[in-house]
């Protein structure tokens, strides 16, 4: 009577040997290092984003409190140009577009700065 496909005793199970208690130590270890270090890209990238962050310490707890202030501020921004648009007549999807064509402009930009490029001129600012 032959084994299940999964059992410890099955012919693909006999042929593949299983991790030692080292390796498998040593797989976590590695597991957790790439964690940390995607971590670290992340505050990295925050700190370059947040103004005023850049080139200060390393402290997570003052990078987190930095970008939560800067995104109120950016909500807030967002919330006074809703509203001079709405007093200028415009509606309220006109300045949503709007307002997504721009910050996919600064997405481009703050890429292009991240590749070490020129960031191109906004459509906007361009001279004809």
Do not use: C
């Amino acid at each position: 009577m032959s084994n299940p496909p999964g059992s410890p005793n099955s012919p693909g199970a006999i042929n593949k040997s299983r991790l030692s208690e080292m390796e498998k130590r040593d797989n976590h270890i590695k597991s957790e290092k790439k964690r940390r270090e995607a971590i670290r890209q992340g505050f990295d990238r925050l700190a370059r984003i947040v103004p005023g962050m850049e080139g200060q310490g390393r402290s997570e707890a003052i990078v987190l409190q930095a970008t939560v202030n800067y995104m109120k501020e950016k909500i807030a921004e967002k919330e006074r140009l809703r509203q001079m648009a709405l007093e200028k007549g415009y509606s309220m999807q006109d300045f949503e577009q709007i307002y997504r064509e721009a910050e996919k402009q600064v997405r481009i930009e703050d890429e292009e700065r991240e590749n070490g490029e020129t960031p191109s001129a906004s459509p906007w600012l361009r001279q004809t």
